[in-house]
C-alpha cells in the first residue's frame, strides 16, 4: 500500500468503547494522553483522535480518510460521505441512541406546535432548525455547550432537544419527552475519494468487516452439549441457531456432540429447557467475532 489509511478515532465517550471494539476485532490502539495520534499495531493505518461532532467535516474535506462518528454529526453537518458500516456501540447500550425533545413535567407544553414562538436549546442546532422548518414551526434554536436539561430547568429555555440511551438523565432532572426527532448510532464512514483508491478500500472493509463481526460476537455465545440419540430430534427441534446446529457422534457411544450459536439474551431460558429435554455436559461459552 502506497499510502496509509487516515482514520479518526472519537474522542469522548465512544474513545474507549471505539478503543475495546477494535481491540475485540484485532486491532491495539495506544492512546497517549499528551497526543492526538495514538499508535495501532498496523503497519497500514494512521490514527487521529478527533470530536466525534467534527469528524464527519474533516473526512468529507479529506483531512481523514474514514473515521467513527455519530449518524447525528453527519446528518447536524450535512456531510457528503460514504458510510461503510452501520455499527451499533456504546459505553453504555448495545441499542441506538434517540435525540429526544423535551420539556418540564408540569409544562403544559404537549405537542411539537405548542413550541411556537418559544426557545429550544439543544448541540443538535442545524438539525434541530431544519425539523421544525419543515414543519412550519417558528422556534428560537440556541446551541448549548452542555447541561442541556439545566437550561430547561433553570428556565432559560422552554424545550431541551437532547440525546438519550436510558432516559435516566432526563427524568432525574424532572423532565418528560414530548416527541423524538431520530434514532442515531456510531457509522463507519469514508470520504469518496479514499473509498475509490483500491487498498485504501480493501482496508476500510476489512475494517468494517471486522468491527462488525466484534459486535455480532458479543451479542451471541456458543452452546455445546452432549444429547443421547433418542432425545436428538426433541433438543435440536429447540435450537434457534444461524444455521443447522453441528452434529457429530461421541465414540463408541450413543450420545451425540452438538453445537450452536445463539443470542446471549436467550441463553437463561433455553438451557433449563434442555436439560429438561435430554440434553447434558452444556457448556456456554463467548464468542469473540461472528463473520
Known amino acids: ?107 403544559p407544553i404537549s405537542r411539537l406546535e405548542d413550541l411556537a414562538g418559544k426557545k429550544i436549546a439543544t448541540e443538535l442546532v442545524a438539525f434541530t432548525r431544519r425539523f421544525f422548518a419543515a414543519r412550519g414551526i417558528e422556534v428560537t434554536i440556541e446551541f448549548s455547550w452542555g447541561a442541556t436539561e439545566a437550561k430547561v430547568v433553570s428556565g432559560l429555555a422552554d424545550a431541551i432537544v437532547e ?9 432525574a432532572h424532572g423532565l418528560r419527552i414530548i416527541h423524538e426527532l431520530m434514532q442515531t448510532n456510531t457509522q463507519l464512514i469514508v470520504n469518496h475519494a479514499a473509498w475509490k483508491v483500491p487498498p485504501k478500500r480493501k482496508k476500510i472493509e476489512q475494517i468494517a468487516l471486522l468491527l462488525q463481526g466484534a459486535l455480532l460476537g458479543d451479542k451471541m455465545v456458543g452452546l455445546k452439549m ?21 452434529v457429530a457422534p461421541l465414540y463408541r457411544s450413543t450420545y451425540f456432540s452438538v453445537e450452536i450459536m445463539v443470542s446471549r439474551e436467550i441463553v437463561r431460558d433455553l438451557i433449563p429447557k434442555l ?13 469473540n467475532k461472528v463473520v
Open 1 to 107: 500500500m502506497s499510502e496509509k489509511l487516515k482514520l479518526g478515532i472519537p474522542k469522548g465517550s465512544l474513545q474507549e468503547a471505539t478503543i475495546a471494539l477494535f481491540k475485540r476485532s484485532g486491532w491495539t490502539i495506544n492512546v497517549n494522553s499528551r497526543s492526538y495520534f495514538p499508535e495501532i499495531n498496523d503497519p497500514f493505518i494512521e490514527c487521529a483522535i478527533c470530536r466525534a461532532q467534527e469528524m464527519s467535516r474533516y473526512v468529507e474535506n479529506g483531512t481523514l480518510d474514514a473515521g467513527l462518528t455519530g449518524k447525528d454529526w453527519i446528518a447536524e453537518n450535512s456531510s457528503d460521505v460514504h458510510v461503510v458500516a452501520d455499527l451499533i456501540y456504546s459505553k453504555v447500550s448495545a441499542r441506538p441512541a434517540r435525540w429526544v425533545l423535551a420539556v418540564p413535567y408540569d409544562s
Open 163 to 171: 440525546v438519550t440511551e436510558t432516559e435516566s438523565t432526563i427524568k
Open 226 to 246: 452432549n444429547v443421547p440419540e433418542e432425545r436428538m430430534e426433541q433438543v435440536v427441534a429447540m435450537l434457534p441457531s444461524l444455521k443447522s446446529p453441528t
Open 275 to 287: 436439560l429438561e429435554n435430554g440434553a447434558e455436559g452444556i457448556i456456554e461459552y463467548p464468542l
